[in-house]
């Protein structure tokens, strides 16, 4: 629909039957340069789209100890990507601790990636 905003002069479903009209080669190159780069953008649009999940999965930790966790400990399962999301004592255990820990779990793409190759532009736009 774009394409057809910027060239009015292109009718939709027309058929002619004279003679083609003359275009100038170097409008074409720059009309499928223009089509090239917007097929780059679709694909970059595509590649962000598959890296933000629908549904935000979590993996969660949960253990108990009879000590807290040191400062040292807790910052090591931060640097693992590891939050905590709950630490309480127990009123029938008041030294025992239990943590739960959540982060992002870490999906592998299962999609092969997508790939333009344009022999006129010899550019490779990939995505995925």
Known sequence: MQF????PELKENSVSTSEPEKVDPRRLLDMHHALCE???QLTLELREAR???AVKKWQHKLFGQ???LSKEELDQLGEEGWELVCHETRPDKPKY???I???PKREIPDEQPVTHFCVICAARISGG
């Open 97 to 99: 601790h239990e943590y």
């Open 66 to 68: 009879a000590a807290p």
């Open 51 to 53: 890296r933000q999940p």
């Open 4 to 7: 057809r905003k910027q060239n």
């Open 38 to 40: 917007r097929l780059r």
């Open 101 to 103: 820990f959540k982060r």
